[in-house]
DNA sequence: ATGCTGATCTGCACGAATTGCGAACGAGCA
DNA sequence: TGCTCGTTCGCAATTCGTGCAGATCAGCAT
C-alpha cells in the first residue's frame, strides 16, 4: 500500500476529500503488518480521535480495498482483516493465538489441479494454518476444544496438507 | 463422510443417542456434493420433518465436524458450509453463482514458501476461485450470487459517486 | 475571507450467521 | 414400564457489517 501522503493525492486526484479521518487511517495502516480488523483499527484510531466513528472506519478500509490499496482478507477468524501488503502473496494463521503473517508462495499457478472440470480459475489463495514460533514454545497444552463427546472417532480430522519444514 | 448406518453405529458406539433429527440429518448430508450450509441443510430437513430446529441442525452438523466426520468450510462466501468429503482436497469457488466444486491439488506440500520463520504449518487449503463453466456459457449478465460477499473487486455497490471511476 | 454544495461522518437501527441457555422431551437401558 | 441424562427446541444474545438520514465539513468559487 501506498503512504499516506500518496493516498492522500491519489484521493485527491479522483475527487475525493481527505478528511482528518481518513488520514489517520491512512497512517494507521500504512506498514501494519499485524493484519488488523475494522474493530481494531477503530480502537487505535479512537485513542488519536475520540469520536471517530466505527462505520467512518469500515468505511474508509472498504474505500481503500475497492481502490487496489488495499486487501481485505477473510481468514476464518471471525472478522474481516486488512493487509497493506498488495503483493500476491497468502497467509499462515496460528491456532493458538491467531497471530496472521504473510508468507509467498511460488509456483502455485504451476500445481496440477485435478477436477477442475470447466472452471476457469481466476486466483489461488493458500492458507497455511499452524502454529507460531511463541506459541510453540509456550508448550502444548493449548489443545484445540472438543464439543460435548468425550470418545469420539481416533480420526485426525484432516490433518494432512503442507506437512511442515518447507522454507 | 460415512454412511448414515456406519455413523449410526459410531454414534451409539460413543454413547451418544441416535435420534431422528441426527438420522435425517446422516441422509441429508451423506454424499451430498453441494456443500451445503446450515441454513439449507436445515430447509430440506423441514421438508421431511417439520418442526425440526434449526438449531439442532447446527448441533449435529458441528457434532460431525468435531468428529472429523464432516468437514466445515469458510469459503468466504458468508456462511459456513458442510463437505462430507473429508478426503485430501481443495475448493473452487464461482464467483457469479457462488458455486463450490471440490478439487484436487497434488504437491502442495512440496511448494517452496517464505517468510514462515519458525512457524509450523500443519495444514494448508487452497481457494481457488473463477468462473464456472455454467456461468461462462451465460455471459456477463450473470448475476452474482446471492450470499454477501466481501470481496472488494467488484462494484462498490450503491451511493459512491465520485468512487465509480476508481475500480 | 466567506459562502456553497455535495461528499463525509456519525449514530442508530437492522440483518445475517451463530451460539448460550433453560425447560421440555425422549432414546436406551434396567 | 419407568428412569435418567443426553437431546431438542425456541428464543435471547452476540458478532460482524451495512443502510439510512441528518449534521458536518473539505475544497472550490467568489
Redesign the pocket.
Known sequence: MRSPAEL?EI??A?????????QL?FRLVHGNECHP???VLFARASEQ?P?????????????LASMGELR?L?LG?????FDPNTDDHHHVVCDRCGDVRDVYVSGVERLPVDGLDGFEVREASILFTGVCPRCAEVGDEATPSQH??PSSTTNPTTTNTAKEKLS
Chains 1, 2 share one sequence.
Open positions: 492522500t484521493f485527491r479522483n475527487g475525493l476529500k481527505v478528511t482528518p479521518q481518513r487511517l480488523t475494522a474493530e480521535m469520536g471517530i466513528s466505527l462505520r467512518t472506519v469500515y468505511q474508509t478500509l472498504t474505500d481485505s477473510d477468524t471471525g472478522a474481516t482483516r460435548r463427546n
